[in-house]
T-cell receptor
Framework: KNEVEQSPQNLTAQEGEFITINCSYS?????LHWLQQHPGGGIVSLFM???GKKKHGRLIATINIQEKHSSLHITASHPRDSAVYIC??????????????FGKGTLLTVNP | EPEVTQTPSHQVTQMGQEVILRCVPI?????FYWYRQILGQKVEFLVS????????KSEIFDDQFSVERPDGSNFTLKIRSTKLEDSAMYFC???????????FGDGTRLSIL
């Protein structure tokens, strides 16, 4: 059974700081999702990656398949980045599609 | 950009009643999912659906639950005889195929009284 662990659980930063959120998983996966959940509850997909690195604006996601570890970085953080960041792994369920296994999330608060 | 829509946004129901949560996935997506998130806990997989049948379900998805795609656009989750512990946020998601990003709706907050 795949377990997804995130750290830290809570993170408070000052505007402009560089943020790193870590995610590790216990078994081999085919890909990893980084998601953002705002206080209202809605979930938005940020990245899906299976190797290397992806960048979108101030967000960068990396994954090391051998070490079963991924990181999400936010450069020049801003109060509007405040949200819960969740990593979720795609595991091959043996069926024709893939379910997500979620971490508990990291609550990020960026103060002005 | 097309999005997954869920209705209602909030549903309040008496314990023991049946509820139906509705989702309209993105139109060219093939795989559909329901997840739930109990307050303060992580999101959990309930069920996946492909080609008009369930392709996988979790232990949570027992006989109390059922899913249906009645008309080619809606995807519904029915919960029969609701219990207090069914109170949660329920998310619908869809994607185009294996290893494609899943797109989530905004969720339905279900409150069982």
């Amino acid at each position: 059974k795949n377990e997804v662990e995130q750290s830290p659980q809570n993170l408070t930063a000052q505007e402009g700081e560089f943020i790193t959120i870590n995610c590790s998983y216990s078994v081999g996966i085919s890909a990893l999702h980084w998601l953002q959940q705002h206080p209202g509850g809605g979930i938005v997909s940020l990245f899906m990656l299976s190797s290397g690195k992806k960048k979108h604006g101030r967000l960068i996601a990396t994954i090391n398949i051998q070490e079963k570890h991924s990181s999400l970085h936010i450069t020049a953080s801003h109060p509007r980045d405040s949200a819960v960041y969740i990593c979720a792994s795609f595991g091959n369920s043996g069926g024709s599609n893939y379910k997500l296994t979620f971490g508990k999330g990291t609550l990020l608060t960026v103060n002005p | 950009e097309p999005e997954v829509t869920q209705t209602p946004s909030h549903q309040v129901t008496q314990m023991g009643q049946e509820v139906i949560l509705r989702c309209v996935p993105i139109s060219n997506h093939l795989y559909f999912y329901w997840y739930r998130q109990i307050l303060g806990q992580k999101v959990e997989f309930l069920v996946s659906f492909y080609n008009n049948e369930i392709s996988e379900k979790s232990e949570i998805f027992d006989d109390q639950f059922s899913v249906e795609r009645p008309d080619g656009s809606n995807f519904t989750l029915k919960i029969r005889s609701t219990k207090l512990e069914d109170s949660a946020m329920y998310f619908c998601a869809s994607d185009r195929g294996a290893r494609q990003p899943q797109h989530f709706g905004d969720g339905t907050r279900l409150s069982i009284l």
